[in-house]
């Protein structure tokens, strides 16, 4: 008897192959870091890393962070370069030469000549003109209302973002403060209340591994520092005793990414720390269960907050609403010597230089809150967070404890 076979499998050519989309570009980063090898062919790789040291390690401990202003309106209207208004000027000026060309041919059609700059009468204007002018104008007005609030609201939104990222540069510090505070005030001490040298030995040893936790960490986070990374500023590390050369091949032996070694370093660190507080036959540190306890959680709130700056910088803004304002702004100020032109005349020139600079300069402010690692290199001069700054401050503290 014969039996039917089973019906034959259907192939679709498109199972199994995903259609293109033309949105898939956006799924990676426009500006991705430089790859390690990049860096590795830079002519002026010695230089950077030896410019990043330098700044770290040779300058005095005091600095500032972001820049510092005076209240006085005199001394703060002195101020030019690395401004916002330094940087919104040449979009100032490209949009006040196209409302002056939008002046020549107005003045073209409605009169036959480019005497722009004689201001129009009432009634001069064509009928049909003038209607479409206030048809742009009553456009003008409308997104005038929708601008202002939504970039004042998108400005107010950065600044916050840029405040969050401060506060966990300042948290790392105070996680790593905590850790030696601890160690410091549980090690071991002779009759006199001095620390032994064998503690005082290990302290610095815990100080020197969490500085170089530190360093790494910004430099797996900040453009500007990623040149630390390369095998020649591992070797400039060595040079300036940040880690011997052993610690050196350990790390770059370790199968983890370059910008994971901070991982490596803290581990250990962690390691030793329990190591010397279990170890009651050479103690540096007081025998405590409760010490172990703290240490361990503050190894491990220190490990969380360093993680949140690469989860904020990849969650700082979604592309849809910066693309949105983006197009708000410029298409506000565009129509401006269109809607402008019946009221004012060649002062609309004047009305969209000012207009450019100060709600144009907004968009960029807000750019710059967005990037307080200063990593797109957006904005020449505007605030940023000077790293170097918070390295300095953070290693000068781990001497104080140890001396205290």
Not at 103 to 116: I, S
């Amino acid at each position: 008897m014969n039996q039917a076979l089973p019906p034959a499998a259907t192939t679709h050519p498109a199972v199994g192959k995903q259609k293109q989309q033309p949105w898939d570009h956006l799924k990676e980063d426009p500006n991705p870091f430089p790859s390690m090898e990049e860096l590795e062919q830079s002519p002026t790789l010695t230089q950077d890393i030896q410019e990043i040291l330098n700044r770290i390690y040779e300058a005095d401990n005091h600095g500032v962070i972001i820049q510092k202003y005076q209240p006085q309106p005199a001394w703060l209207w002195k101020q030019w370069f690395g401004t916002v208004l330094y940087n919104a000027w040449p979009r100032a000026l490209t949009n006040m030469i196209w409302s002056v060309l939008f002046c020549l041919l107005v003045r073209h059609q409605t009169h036959g000549d480019y005497k722009f700059w004689i201001l129009e009468q009432k009634n001069v204007i064509p009928e049909l003109v003038s209607i479409q002018l206030k048809i742009a104008d009553k456009i003008w007005s409308t997104l005038q209302s929708l601008t202002t609030f939504l970039l004042t609201f998108f400005v107010g939104q950065s600044y916050t973002y840029w405040r969050s990222f401060y506060s966990v540069g300042r948290s790392i510090q105070g996680r790593l403060n905590d850790i030696q505070l601890l160690l410091s005030t549980h090690a071991t001490r002779d009759s006199n209340g001095c620390v032994t040298a064998k503690a005082q030995s290990f302290l610095q040893d815990m100080a020197q591994q969490l500085q170089l936790f530190h360093l790494l960490h910004w430099a797996a986070n900040a453009q500007r520092f990623r040149v630390l990374l390369t095998i020649e500023g591992w070797n400039r590390m060595v040079a300036r005793g940040l880690l011997s050369e052993d610690e050196k091949n350990r790390l770059l032996f370790n199968r983890v990414p370059a910008t994971q070694k901070h991982h490596a370093v803290l581990q250990s660190a962690m390691v030793r720390t329990l190591a010397a507080s279990r170890d009651k036959n050479n103690s540096v540190v007081s025998s405590s269960s409760n010490l172990e306890k703290l240490v361990t959680a503050e190894f491990c709130k220190l490990r969380g907050v360093c993680g949140s700056v690469s989860d904020m910088a990849d969650g700082r803004m979604p592309l849809a609403y910066a693309h949105f304002v983006q197009v708000l702004v410029d298409t506000f100020l565009v129509v401006t010597p269109i809607a402008k032109y019946s009221d004012l005349g060649i002062y609309s020139v004047l009305m969209v230089g000012i207009l450019t600079l100060f709600y144009h300069g907004l968009l960029i402010l807000a750019k710059v809150f967005l990037d307080p690692l200063d990593n797109e290199d957006y904005c020449e001069g505007c605030t940023y967070l000077d790293l170097a700054v918070l390295i300095r401050e953070s290693n000068a503290a781990s001497t104080k404890w140890i001396n205290g």
